[in-house]
């Protein structure tokens, strides 16, 4: 007899209860797939202010697990206190009204209030994530008519919001993110949320607040086109913009997630903007004879300023660039003047894999500037990585690095370590106050530059080369460098805490 018992307070069957099993499972798959959508592209909408960071990224993940549980437990209580058909068309429809919005809200708040964005990225995350893991709970409670179908429904409607999930986080960061600007994709859940709510509405003949959200969702699409923040273009991973110099014609500067990442000037590829390139330049002047071809690798692309630099002034050198973000390669030939036949080859690929794919003892230079939002990838830090960037050179190669850094410098000792556990010779270009020069003085942080080689490094033709440029920066090593290094830990595969040991500044990037 109980196998058969109604469940207390199911009162008629799934069809008078107006929810089929076909709905019920379109309604748990499409919110349980909105809410990883949403948690993804709040990623990217916080990269610009915040950084891609592993703090970011686990803040925005612990949001949305907790508005995972939140939704799930006031789901179920309020599926059990009130009828559950006038808590889904509402559930939907808020969510698709704040999702709507929250591109808008965000870089609104970041512009004029940023000391409310953490609060408001939170509560754009939380709110419509809590509101679309209620109708899970909600949609079992009203499939739930007979104890005897209890561990068959909660499983069918547990396994669909997981495909759901699987299925949101997928579309999201294999199609969504590469095809549609992150605005539009969230514009578009929130319309498709609101017409989830008008279609529940109109079946259950229940709740009337659709008009007044689908105007809110309206009004979330204009306040985006009129938002702080706007992009040029929106690629894999940045927010991307070319701003031209007002100084100079024929200069650019590329920002990527607010950021100044590279300069070019694209009539004169020799012109050097920021210290740190010119830094860079100066190394390698002084590390070959003047003129002379090599054979390059760049872990990173930008703007390709320097590849630009080695083609101008050493001509026949050959350049391979690993370049992760494709958008950034089609802005660098669309807006930036990249003509083919430069000696410029960029293949779109993550730097360690670009690096574990060139042959022993194949490059003069390795130029090491990639970065992702405010700090180099931790992957291209470590020893191991190192190990492979002193395999592809020759046995009198270079391999130069940016590092950005601030407060105590911390990330850039450790990597300076690193790099001294691998080569034979190791030198730190930067302002006096950062690289110990002045004991005295407390370390502002910034550009560092480093040179790593199992050849002597040429000090005084550096420091010439630096002075010439008038960077202002000085070159150091030895016991110098032993003292400023300290005691930090060298950085491995299983020991990389970038993130927490870069201290980062809201000054810009290129200095």
Same mark, same amino acid.
């Given at each position: 007899?109980?196998?058969?018992?109604?469940?207390?307070?199911?009162?008629?069957?799934?069809?008078?209860?107006?929810?089929?099993?076909?709905?019920?499972?379109?309604?748990?798959f499409?919110?349980?797939?909105?809410?990883?959508?949403?948690? /993804? $592209?709040?990623?990217? %909408?916080?990269?610009?202010? &915040?950084?891609?960071? #592993?703090?970011? !990224?686990?803040?925005? *993940? +612990?949001?949305?697990?907790?508005?995972?549980?939140?939704?799930?437990?006031?789901?179920?209580?309020?599926?059990?206190?009130?009828?559950p058909?006038?808590?889904?068309?509402?559930?939907?429809?808020?969510?698709?009204?704040?999702?709507?919005?929250?591109?808008?809200?965000?870089?609104?708040?970041?512009?004029?209030?940023?000391a409310?964005?953490?609060?408001?990225?939170?509560l754009?995350?939380?709110?419509?994530?809590?509101?679309?893991?209620?109708?899970?709970?909600?949609?079992?409670?009203?499939?739930?008519?007979?104890?005897?179908?209890?561990g068959?429904?909660?499983?069918?409607?547990?396994?669909?919001?997981?495909?759901?999930? /699987? $299925?949101?986080t997928? %579309?999201?960061?294999?199609? &969504?993110?590469?095809? #549609?600007?992150? !605005?539009?994709?969230? *514009? +578009?859940?929130?319309?498709?949320?609101?017409?989830?709510?008008?279609?529940?509405?109109?079946?259950?003949?229940?709740?009337?607040?659709?008009?007044?959200?689908?105007?809110?969702?309206?009004?979330?699409?204009?306040?985006?086109?009129?938002?702080?923040?706007?992009?040029?273009?929106?690629?894999?991973?940045?927010?991307?913009?070319?701003?031209?110099?007002?100084?100079?014609?024929s200069?650019r500067?590329?920002?990527?997630?607010?950021?100044?990442?590279?300069y070019?000037?694209?009539?004169?590829?020799?012109?050097?903007?920021?210290?740190?390139?010119?830094?860079?330049?100066?190394?390698?002047?002084?590390?070959?004879?003047?003129?002379?071809?090599?054979?390059?690798?760049?872990?990173?692309?930008?703007?390709?300023? #320097?590849?630009?630099?080695?083609?101008?002034?050493?001509p026949?050198?050959?350049?391979?660039?690993?370049?992760?973000?494709?958008?950034?390669?089609?802005?660098?030939?669309?807006?930036?003047?990249?003509?083919?036949?430069?000696?410029?080859?960029?293949r779109?690929?993550?730097?360690?894999?670009?690096?574990?794919?060139?042959?022993?003892?194949?490059?003069?230079?390795?130029?090491?500037?990639?970065?992702?939002?405010?700090?180099?990838?931790?992957?291209?830090?470590?020893?191991?990585?190192?190990?492979?960037?002193?395999?592809?050179?020759?046995?009198?190669?270079?391999?130069?690095?940016?590092?950005?850094?601030?407060?105590?410098?911390?990330?850039?000792?450790?990597?300076?370590a690193?790099?001294?556990?691998?080569?034979?010779?190791?030198?730190?270009?930067?302002?006096?106050?950062?690289?110990?020069?002045?004991?005295?003085?407390?370390?502002d942080?910034?550009?560092?530059?480093?040179?790593?080689?199992?050849?002597?490094?040429?000090?005084?033709?550096?420091?010439?080369?630096?002075?010439?440029?008038?960077?202002?920066?000085?070159?150091?090593?030895?016991?110098?460098?032993?003292?400023?290094?300290?005691?930090?830990?060298?950085?491995?595969?299983?020991y990389?805490?970038?993130?927490?040991?870069?201290?980062?500044?809201?000054?810009?990037?290129?200095?």
């Amino acid at each position: 007899m109980t196998g058969s018992s109604s469940l207390p307070g199911a009162e008629g069957s799934p069809r008078e209860h107006g929810l089929g099993s076909r709905a019920a499972a379109a309604l748990v798959f499409g919110s349980s797939a909105a809410v990883l959508v949403v948690e /993804i $592209v709040a990623l990217r %909408l916080l990269a610009p202010y &915040l950084g891609l960071t #592993l703090e970011t !990224s686990t803040m925005v *993940i +612990g949001i949305a697990l907790t508005a995972i549980a939140v939704g799930s437990w006031l789901g179920g209580r309020l599926a059990d206190q009130v009828d559950p058909r006038r808590l889904i068309g509402p559930s939907l429809g808020v969510s698709g009204a704040v999702v709507a919005l929250t591109p808008a809200v965000l870089r609104t708040t970041a512009e004029w209030a940023p000391a409310m964005l953490l609060l408001i990225a939170s509560l754009t995350i939380l709110v419509p994530g809590a509101l679309l893991s209620a109708v899970t709970p909600i949609v079992t409670k009203l499939r739930l008519t007979s104890l005897a179908e209890t561990g068959t429904v909660v499983g069918r409607l547990s396994g669909v919001g997981t495909v759901g999930a /699987i $299925v949101g986080t997928v %579309l999201t960061g294999f199609v &969504l993110v590469s095809r #549609l600007p992150v !605005s539009g994709i969230l *514009i +578009g859940l929130g319309t498709l949320l609101l017409v989830g709510s008008a279609l529940t509405e109109w079946r259950t003949r229940r709740w009337s607040g659709t008009p007044a959200l689908a105007l809110v969702v309206v009004a979330g699409g204009l306040g985006t086109a009129v938002a702080p923040g706007g992009c040029d273009a929106e690629t894999r991973y940045h927010c991307a913009r070319v701003v031209a110099d007002p100084d100079r014609d024929s200069g650019r500067t590329l920002v990527l997630d607010g950021l100044r990442h590279s300069y070019v000037d694209v009539d004169d590829p020799t012109f050097l903007e920021f210290a740190y390139v010119r830094a860079i330049a100066s190394a390698v002047d002084a590390a070959f004879p003047e003129g002379e071809p090599l054979a390059a690798h760049h872990l990173g692309g930008g703007g390709l300023t #320097l590849p630009r630099y080695l083609a101008a002034t050493r001509p026949g050198t050959r350049s391979l660039v690993s370049e992760i973000d494709s958008g950034v390669v089609r802005i660098d030939r669309e807006r930036l003047g990249l003509r083919p036949g430069a000696g410029i080859d960029v293949r779109v690929e993550d730097g360690r894999l670009g690096l574990r794919a060139l042959a022993t003892d194949s490059r003069d230079l390795v130029v090491g500037d990639a970065f992702g939002g405010v700090s180099v990838p931790w992957h291209l830090t470590t020893a191991e990585a190192m190990a492979d960037v002193r395999r592809v050179l020759e046995p009198d190669g270079l391999y130069v690095a940016n590092l950005i850094d601030h407060g105590g410098l911390d990330f850039a000792r450790a990597e300076v370590a690193t790099l001294g556990r691998t080569f034979e010779h190791v030198a730190l270009v930067g302002d006096p106050v950062d690289i110990g020069a002045d004991p005295n003085a407390t370390p502002d942080g910034g550009n560092l530059v480093v040179l790593a080689s199992d050849r002597p490094v040429d000090l005084r033709a550096t420091q010439e080369a630096l002075d010439a440029r008038r960077t202002g920066w000085q070159i150091t090593t030895g016991d110098t460098l032993t003292a400023w290094i300290d005691d930090a830990r060298p950085l491995t595969d299983d020991y990389a805490p970038v993130d927490q040991l870069l201290q980062p500044s809201s000054t810009r990037r290129g200095r």
